[in-house]
């Protein structure tokens, strides 16, 4: 059974930092793109941050020099790191990848890790 599973999440003051992990597993062949996207109450979930399987990048302008996005490809897990946080980056953060795996090709998506960032 594939699955992405995340974890890093928390409570930090505004102005810290958090990093996210989320694994892949299962009976994966390939891994084409994993995102990170958000949510916060009474709010669409957003992309947050992008990263391919070449390695090539792209966030959302509210999070641009705050927030970087990496992966390693050995382990199938994708990092955020979120830098000088605001209370306004408080949301539940979800792991989505696009994956080839039991011969298909589809989104994947992890259940969430909960930020919250007090003022």
């Known amino acids: 059974q594939v699955q992405l599973v995340e974890s890093g999440g928390g409570l930090v003051q505004a102005g810290g930092s958090l990093r996210l992990s989320c694994a892949a597993s299962g009976s994966i062949v390939s891994i084409i793109r994993m995102d990170w996207y958000r949510q916060a109450p009474g709010k669409q979930r957003e992309l947050v941050a992008v990263?391919?399987?070449?390695?090539?990048?792209n966030y959302a302008d509210s999070v641009k020099g705050r927030f970087t996005i990496s992966r390693d490809n050995a382990k199938n897990t994708v990092y955020l790191q979120m830098n000088s946080l605001k209370p306004e980056d408080t949301a539940v953060y979800y792991c989505a990848a696009d994956m080839l795996a039991d011969r298909l090709t589809r989104r994947y998506w992890g259940l969430g890790t909960q930020v919250t960032i007090s003022s």
């Open positions: 990263i391919t399987s070449g390695g090539s990048t």
